[in-house]
């Protein structure tokens, strides 16, 4: 669970952003430069670093330098952090609309009984 809740806070606000969520996306298959995350978004270099920062912030993503170049990779454990925290609404969800389908299968019931429309 995400213990800190300023760090939760902060994870949440990286992730909230579509630029950033396409750059998390990117990574998922290895290390990539600031350009090559950037490339293609509607963003310039100096938004692109930006966003990285704040991803770095949030502890989403570790950068390690090789030469002049800079390479990002993600940082799975604040994702996990994130998902388990989560997941106690995604149980919260799928109990409430489990017991929607069986209100609903129940109405499907009474109407084929009677022939009554409700």
């Known amino acids: 669970m995400i213990n800190n809740p300023s760090g939760s806070s902060e994870v949440f606000?990286?992730?909230?952003?579509?630029?950033?969520?396409?750059?998390?996306?990117?990574?998922?298959?290895?290390?990539?430069?600031?350009?090559?995350?950037?490339?293609?978004l509607p963003i310039s270099q100096p938004a692109?670093?930006?966003?990285?920062?704040?991803?770095?912030?949030?502890?989403?993503?570790?950068?390690?330098?090789?030469?002049?170049?800079?390479?990002?990779?993600?940082?799975p454990e604040r994702l996990r952090e994130a998902h388990d925290w989560l997941a106690h609404y995604r149980a919260f969800w799928e109990a409430r609309l489990d017991e929607l389908e069986e209100a609903l299968d129940h109405d499907e019931s009474l109407e084929g009984e009677d022939g009554d429309a409700r």
Do not use: C, F, N
Not at 50 to 74: F, I, M, S, T
């Open 13 to 40: 606000r990286a992730l909230g952003d579509p630029v950033r969520q396409e750059m998390l996306s990117r990574l998922r298959s290895g290390e990539h430069t600031a350009g090559a995350l950037g490339e293609g």
């Open 48 to 75: 692109a670093s930006q966003h990285l920062k704040v991803l770095r912030e949030a502890g989403l993503v570790r950068v390690r330098k090789q030469g002049r170049r800079r390479l990002y990779r993600l940082a």
